[in-house]
């Protein structure tokens, strides 16, 4: 009988100790994956709306950028030509704001939106004193512009996050312009490049297709005829 109970024993011992070392084995092959932000729906008491919101309306469909081979440049009638990382952007002073984007399609999103402040990026390459405009550059091609004034003067960001998270490359990664005031065609997505002209008239591609120049919300209407 004791030597029933003492093999009994005995093979518990084993039996846990094969289990415990499956455990491990287990534990070490399959690391815990490390999960993104989680995104913010509220903020300072101010419901926002959801990243899954926003439609896909670009003109070539969400683009797919290299973090690490990925080149902001800076152009155009500037005293100095920069070209900055993905991570030399972030580096700089982040900013928050909420702010709703308004499409000419109907639809609207209202966003906490994290990022970088365009004018410190653009005045660090000194723009020449007849710059007016600045000029949004995508990975897809699009273009649109902004007044240089206009950029300044409502503290526009190049932003990066949008309600806590990593933009996703459907909403524009790695940096999206947050035109504040303006319609959603002007909030450039996947920028690239950002050109400085003397240009106030520049047209970019929705532009050279009717779309007003200037994109204000806050016009009686909004004309397709021009600014």
Request: aromatic share 10%; net charge positive.
């Amino acid at each position: 009988m004791r030597r029933t109970h003492r093999a009994l024993v005995v093979g518990f011992i084993a039996l846990v100790a094969v289990t415990a070392s499956a455990c491990t084995t287990r534990g070490t092959a399959f690391a815990p994956t490390k999960l993104g932000g989680v995104e913010i729906r509220r903020y300072k008491g101010e419901k926002l709306g959801a990243i899954s919101d926003f439609h896909e309306n670009s003109i070539k469909g969400p683009q797919d950028v290299d973090r690490g081979k990925y080149r902001l440049k800076v152009d155009g009638t500037v005293d100095t030509e920069a070209s900055y990382t993905y991570q030399q952007v972030i580096a700089r002073p982040k900013h928050l704001k909420v702010v709703q984007l308004d499409c000419v399609e109907g639809w609207s999103v209202k966003v906490l939106w994290q990022g970088v402040m365009l004018s410190e990026i653009i005045d660090a390459s000194h723009p020449r004193p007849d710059a007016r405009t600045v000029i949004f550059h995508a990975a897809d091609g699009y273009t649109t512009s902004l007044p240089l004034a206009y950029v300044r003067d409502r503290q526009i960001l190049l932003a990066y996050r949008m309600n806590g998270v990593e933009l996703p490359k459907e909403r524009g990664f790695p940096f999206q312009v947050v035109a504040e005031s303006k319609w959603g065609y002007k909030w450039c997505k996947w920028v690239t490049r950002i050109e400085l002209s003397p240009n106030a008239d520049y047209r970019g591609y929705w532009e050279q297709r009717g779309y007003s120049t200037l994109g204000d919300l806050d016009k009686s209407s909004f004309s397709l005829s021009g600014p």
